[in-house]
């Protein structure tokens, strides 16, 4: 089994993490090499298992629980691994999603035996891929107790800022249908191509709302990701698919994210194929509020869906906070700036110490 | 290898022909087993074979030459083979488009070994796809002799009506080009489907033209018959390209085709990807002159390029003549009415028996 040593300075830390592959379904490695090195290396922590996934966690009666949560999974490897130095960046598959958050929260583990709140630090599996696959979504289903914790904190690169909720996403699916017929007679048929037009016609009218909470800026979007119809080169189309994928403010639940959609394209055949909530930045709470100080910085919102969304609706106060680059994230330049793991250590430390 | 009896009543020929899968590019076995049939059971005629192509014909010195072709190959199949009989329908892939004329061709080829006229039989591939996969276009480049003639019968489904002439063909793709970016940031791209918006209307729009010549009416059209764009789920497309076939009628040439589909289109970047002249009725030739006093009937303008063009482009006359119903090719309900059959059986032989 690989060896971690969670008392390395955590860029070499986060070094090791990348060192040992761990795409997709393939984290059980890495897994047990977390496992062993909490279990031997912070025994003032109650360590836990579930599949892939690792908890560890203090039990010192704290008035607050404080969860750090960063999934272990990557993208599959694009001739990026192992890690190497390069002057002042650390390349390598994950180095930004998100081993460097995952080297930092395990730096803590080992570093904080007495920390100011309850700590919970959760290393999970399968972020990368489909929503029913995701460690985070098991733990919830099969041990809900785990994840209790007044704010939880996700690993996620965000180039040091803080990044308060999150958008929600819904896909859905527009189908225009016709008639077949040959090409040579169309008259004979109708034609589902040219029966989008009137669908690609609202996308591109499309007026997306920006929306402010909390001070934070969400900025909607409604795009076709996907448009397919067609048989044969001599055949009138007799359906036509257009995939659109909304992402939506959190002030919209995805009762309402859906109706707004199905509104935008009235009077078509439409199915939701894909629909996760967003999540409100829930800056309110004390913990949020004392984390933020301990920062320094002013929150901004969230593009894209987080597992954050997780937190919110269970009713825990959920932030984006990790110190890699966003930009980065599924490249294959991906890499990490030393200064800004040492960073992210510093404030947490602040926060937690 | 399937046998094919081809003494047999034609509408069961037919069903045989059917029976023997021959979606373009895979017609090997069919040609085969029309190739073994021809040479035991027509032994008079001179068998000839060009890829999945085969050739049979008479060398009687007669002063005239008739050649009789047809394609074999079927567009892909919807669940509709083998044949069926139902009442009084032969059901099937290619019943119609265009085995019940292969089926009326080859059963004369067999019966009639003391012809008026010397006989070609051309059975050929590959008609149902790009052009320059056309069998007989490959027989016209590599054995131009071989389609020496002085009047050409295509079997495509004419419903037992004489069709004359044809209309060109040309396809188009047309792309719309954008910017990628996460669909969660989807204001740093820029939507290649939405920008297909405006194809589509024009599409939509378009007013056919309707062509009267030599007393036949040509209907023109212009279809989308296939759009595809798209990257991913969460990608805002780049690209997104529009197919569109334009039927013309052949007072345009091949060159005035593509200028006016250019106009429709301008502005956006539009390749010609296929492009086939029309052909002219060509009613004058003798021979023509006497076969349509067998068929007693008046022509009229053929829907749909059909490989009569090629025929004119060499300077033979030639006609479409075929039992099937031009209106069932390349639907899920293909069929031929026997009786169809047995009147192009019956018509062939007063013309050249």
Redesign the interface.
């Known amino acids: 089994m690989p060896h971690l040593d969670l008392t390395a300075d955590p860029v070499d830390l986060c070094a090791a993490l990348v060192d040992v592959p761990s795409v997709s379904g393939e984290e059980g490695p890495l897994a047990d090499a977390l496992e062993e090195a909490l279990r031997t290396q912070a025994p003032h922590l109650s360590v836990l298992r579930s599949g892939h996934s690792v908890l560890a966690r203090t039990e010192l009666g704290r008035e607050r629980r404080v969860l750090l949560a960063g999934h272990i999974d990557t993208v599959p490897i694009a001739d990026n691994v192992p890690s190497r130095r390069d002057g002042d960046r650390l390349y390598g598959c994950g180095t930004s999603d998100m081993k460097a958050g995952d080297a930092v929260f395990a730096h803590l583990a080992a570093a904080l035996p007495e920390p100011r709140h309850d700590l919970t630090f959760v290393f999970y599996d399968c972020e990368e891929v489909e929503a029913d696959r995701n460690g985070l979504g098991r733990i919830e289903r099969e041990h809900r107790d785990w994840l209790a914790a007044d704010l939880a904190l996700l690993g996620e690169p965000t180039n040091g800022a803080v990044e308060a909720g999150c958008?929600g996403?819904l896909?859905a699916e527009i189908t225009t249908r016709g008639r077949?017929?040959?090409?040579?007679?169309?008259?004979?048929?109708e034609?589902a191509?040219?029966?989008?037009?009137p669908v690609?016609?609202r996308?591109?009218g499309y007026a997306?709302r920006d929306v402010d909470i909390d001070g934070c800026r969400y900025?909607e979007?409604l795009?076709?990701?996907?448009?397919?119809?067609?048989?044969?080169?001599?055949?009138?189309?007799d359906e036509?698919v257009?995939?659109v994928?909304f992402?939506f403010a959190p002030d919209r639940d995805a009762a309402a994210a859906e109706q707004h959609v199905r509104e935008v394209f009235d009077g078509f055949e439409l199915a939701v194929t894909?629909l996760s909530p967003g999540a409100l930045p829930g800056l309110g709470a004390p913990a949020a509020q004392e984390f933020l100080a301990a920062t320094g910085t002013r929150p901004s919102a969230k593009?894209?869906?987080t597992d954050v969304s997780r937190f919110a609706a269970l009713g825990i106060p959920a932030l984006n906070y990790g110190p890699g680059d966003p930009n980065l994230a599924h490249t294959r330049e991906e890499h990490v700036e030393p200064a800004k793991i040492a960073e992210a250590v510093d404030v947490l430390r602040r926060f937690l110490g």
């Open positions: 958008q996403t896909r077949r017929a040959h090409s040579a007679r169309s008259w004979l048929g034609n191509v040219h029966a989008a037009e690609l016609r996308l591109a997306a900025r979007g795009q076709a990701v996907r448009i397919a119809g067609g048989v044969a080169g001599n055949v009138v189309p036509c257009v995939t994928n992402r894909d593009y894209g869906w």
